[in-house]
C-alpha cells in the first residue's frame, strides 16, 4: 500500500510526520541500485526525532528524487571515490536534510538555474523533478538549494528544510 501511494498522483495529505525516519527509510528504496553502482552511503540522521507536519510521500518523493540524481552524478567515477551522504538535523526551527554526493559536480552556469522547469544538466534529463520539488517543498512552507564545493573537491549537495512543528521549534534552535 506504501509503495502504490509512492507512486500514484494524489491530492496532499498534510499530518505529523517525522523527517529522520523518512530518510531511515531511502535506503531500501535505493539500496539495490547503489549496490550496483558500487556506491557507499552513509545515513547521519542523528538521534532526535524531526516532527515536521507534511505529505510523507510527497517529501519520499522528493528524497528519492535527490539520491537518484546524485546516484547518476556518480555514475562515471571511479569505484573508490562513490559517496553519498544522506543527513538530516534540526537547525533554527527547521528540520534540515541533505544529500552530499561525490560525483562530477555541477557547471558554474546550472546551479542559478537547476531549479527552473525544463534546465537539465543529463543528457536525457526532463528537466522537471528538481522544479517539482521546488514547488512541494516551497507548498510546505520550506526551502531547498544547492551548495557546490568551492575548495576544488568534487561533488554538489543539495538541501531541503522544513518547519519543524511548533512545540519542538520552540524547545531549541540547533542540534
Keep these: 500500500e506504501h509503495l502504490r501511494s ?3 498522483q494524489r491530492e496532499p495529505r498534510f499530518e505529523p ?3 529522520r525516519e523518512i530518510a531511515r527509510g531511502i535506503p531500501r528504496l535505493l539500496g539495490r541500485e547503489m549496490q550496483q553502482e558500487r556506491i557507499t552511503f552513509q545515513l547521519d540522521s542523528g538521534r532526535q526525532p524531526l516532527p515536521i ?5 510527497q517529501i519520499e518523493q522528493i528524497i528519492v528524487n535527490l539520491m537518484q540524481n546524485a546516484i547518476d552524478a556518480i555514475r562515471e567515477v571511479p569505484g573508490d571515490h562513490r559517496k553519498i551522504q544522506l543527513r538530516t538535523r534540526a ?6 536534510l541533505s544529500v552530499c554526493d561525490s560525483g562530477a559536480g555541477l557547471p558554474d552556469d546550472a546551479t542559478e538555474r537547476l531549479f527552473e522547469p525544463f534546465f537539465t544538466t543529463k543528457p536525457n534529463g526532463l528537466g522537471m523533478g528538481l522544479a517539482i520539488s521546488r514547488s512541494i517543498i516551497e507548498a510546505h512552507q520550506g526551502r531547498i538549494w ?6 576544488g573537491t568534487r561533488g554538489s549537495t543539495l ?3 522544513l518547519p519543524l512543528s511548533p512545540s519542538v521549534a520552540e524547545k531549541g534552535r540547533s542540534t
Excluded: K, N, S, Y
Design 146 to 151: 544547492v551548495e557546490c564545493p568551492t575548495d
Design 53 to 57: 507536519h507534511a505529505d510523507r510521500i
Design 159 to 161: 538541501c531541503i528544510t
Design 17 to 19: 510526520a517525522d523527517l
Design 6 to 8: 509512492f507512486i500514484q
Design 91 to 96: 537547525t533554527d526551527g527547521m528540520a534540515e
